[in-house]
């Protein structure tokens, strides 16, 4: 009976445990962007996605980037930027 | 008292050794002073001042260029690949000419030809292995940017890593420039990642 007791104790404890450590990692949403392994965050257009997709690319030694739309949408742009940024700090982890 | 004494003569002589180490002057190998001296104002422009002190500015503002800073001392050891929009998109070490006369001389130059492969015609390699493969020839005296040791100095040439080189040779093209220049420009890159940063964090607030 008290093994028992033990055993129930700790598997409510074990079962707190990892009830706690899934609730502090992000939620990711059905409308999450996530390219390469990384969330991009969530409702991104499809400019801000071809940016992303761009400047990964770009990181990985292939450069890609459409100058026009660089320099005349902003949503191309940043993720552009932001896919250079994200998809290198992967490289160097 | 004779082992005290004993030990307090070994902690003198060894101190004096010590002092006369730090004391010790070390010579560096110098670097040959360049005629040109080449300063970067802003990612695109350059301050070319000639060996009779005339100043110019050379602006590459829509053109595809390199900008290397020697691995001299004060200067990075580093090249940068900027776009036509003035983008730094591209990092990477070099190693540059040793001293002794092999300095890569500052300069703004145009990209010649490129190879894939190739063996250098005046220090060809004693095994018989390409030594300059990825060739990509930006002066006729035969300074090249190439695939090389970065941990060594070159003859004069600027040697890149494998990785990094097979990204440059693919991108570069006969419009583009090379910027061989002594000093920094790496808080150019800071300088635009930072504002990047900025701009994206403002822009995921709103979408």
Known sequence: MQYTNIFVVGAVAIGLLLSSCSSKQNHVSKNNFIYNGINFGTDKDASYKQGV????????????????????????????????????????? | MKKILMTIALLYVSGALIQAEENRQVTLPS?????????????????VIDKNGQSKIVDLKGK?????????P???????????????WWENKISSGAYGGHETPNGIYPILLKRRYHMSS?????????NMDFEMLFDNRGYALH??????L????????????????????????VVIMRGKYGHFLRQ????YKKEIKAYKKKH
């Open chain 2, 154 to 177: 070159s003859h004069g040439c600027i040697h890149i890593g494998q990785r990094d080189v097979a990204t440059m040779f693919k991108w570069v093209d006969k419009k583009t420039k």
């Open chain 2, 74 to 88: 004060g200067s990075e050891g580093k090249s940068y690949a900027i776009d036509e929009d003035g983008l730094i």
């Open chain 2, 147 to 152: 695939l090389g040791n970065t941990n060594a």
């Open chain 2, 122 to 130: 005046t220090h060809p390699s004693a095994d018989g292995i390409n």
């Open chain 2, 31 to 47: 670097f040959k002073k360049q005629n040109t001296t080449i300063i970067p104002r802003s990612i695109t422009k350059f301050e």
């Open chain 2, 192 to 195: 635009e990642v930072d504002a």
């Open chain 2, 64 to 72: 595809k260029f390199i900008v290397v800073s020697v691995s001299e």
């Open chain 1, 53 to 93: 997709q761009d400047g990964c690319y770009t990181t990985a030694g292939n450069y890609t980037k459409n100058s026009n739309r660089f320099n005349t949408d902003k949503s191309y742009r940043l993720g552009w930027a932001d896919g250079r940024l994200q998809c290198e700090q992967r490289i160097q982890k």
